[in-house]
């Protein structure tokens, strides 16, 4: 079996999300993650920075990643500008479509922590030159309101805006509700060539939900490594994300922002008994 799946994207310095957070759920998945940084992101409560990595690095990684085996799905996260858009899909294009693997598209534009920038004028670069190339394409509520230029508030305003940007190009698209919509439901909708999926969970209500579009990304791709469908690949991720959020780790005494734990479905409550314990 193929055991290696590849992540570009940020790094977090506190690790619930970015290249961390893929890392560690392709490990709970059975896979060996490779990993091509494009940028250091560091962050608490208060504070929020972007640091880009040279683009002649993310480069030289990327050749390293072309001369590997045993290669089984990429997955892309947080790109910071069109220059790495544009060599992370030439790297696509010419290494990993020929060899027909499934390809995850996490258009990270947007982010939990307050004060944080978004990053909405990258939305058309994205469009242009990596959706085509996406098996699956996971932007979450608002960033699928700067890439369709459409106010969301709703269920059918999910559905509409993941049919518009299925039009760009990618098989499918899967638009995170999450706790944006009103309602007790976390709702997903799932939009392929074929059909329109609308997936329910009970929303978790807790701030400790930093990495949850990352992981969920990376859980689908972990999922298309290992041959599922789309269907099952997403719904699959909607569970293991739902199980990581509900045994998130707070930061802080404060207890004002945490980040889901990837462990969760596998290990359950357990890291709670042991903090209890100490």
């Not at 990993?35 to 920075?49: C, G, K, N």
């Not at 001369?67 to 997955?75: F, H, P």
């Not at 994300?241 to 930061?251: D, E, F, M, R």
């Amino acid at each position: 079996m193929k055991k290696r799946i590849i992540t570009i994207g940020g790094s977090d310095s506190l690790s619930g999300g970015g290249i961390q957070a893929d890392l560690a759920t392709f490990t709970e998945y059975g896979f060996q993650g490779l990993s091509a940084l494009t940028s250091i992101v560091t962050a608490d409560s208060a504070d929020f920075h972007i640091h880009p990595l040279a683009t002649n690095l993310l480069k030289e990684q990327l050749a390293t990643m072309a001369t590997l085996d045993g290669l089984a799905a990429v997955k892309t996260g947080l790109l910071v500008s069109p220059e790495q858009v544009t060599m992370v899909a030439h790297f696509l294009k010419t290494v990993i479509l020929p060899l027909g693997l499934p390809i995850v598209i996490d258009p990270v534009m947007v982010f939990k922590e307050a004060g944080a920038p978004t990053l909405s004028p990258l939305g058309r670069t994205l469009s242009e030159a990596l959706f085509p190339l996406a098996t699956v394409v996971t932007p979450n509520l608002v960033e699928a309101s700067q890439l369709t230029w459409d106010q969301i508030t709703d269920e059918a305003g999910l559905i509409a805006a993941a049919k518009k940007i299925q039009v760009s190009g990618p098989k499918a698209v899967v638009v995170k509700g999450g706790q944006r919509l009103a309602g007790r439901q976390a709702v997903d909708v799932l939009v392929t060539t074929d059909e329109v999926n609308v997936m329910y969970q009970p929303q978790v209500n807790t701030p400790f939900n930093n990495g949850a579009g990352c992981t969920f990304s990376a859980a689908i791709a972990s999922q298309l490594a290992l041959k599922q469908s789309v269907f099952t690949a997403v719904t699959d991720a909607k569970q293991f994300v739902h199980a990581a959020i509900q045994s998130g780790l707070p930061l802080d005494q404060q207890q004002t922002l945490g980040m889901v734990w990837q462990s969760a479905r596998r290990l359950g409550g357990q890291h709670e008994e042991t903090n209890a314990k100490d």
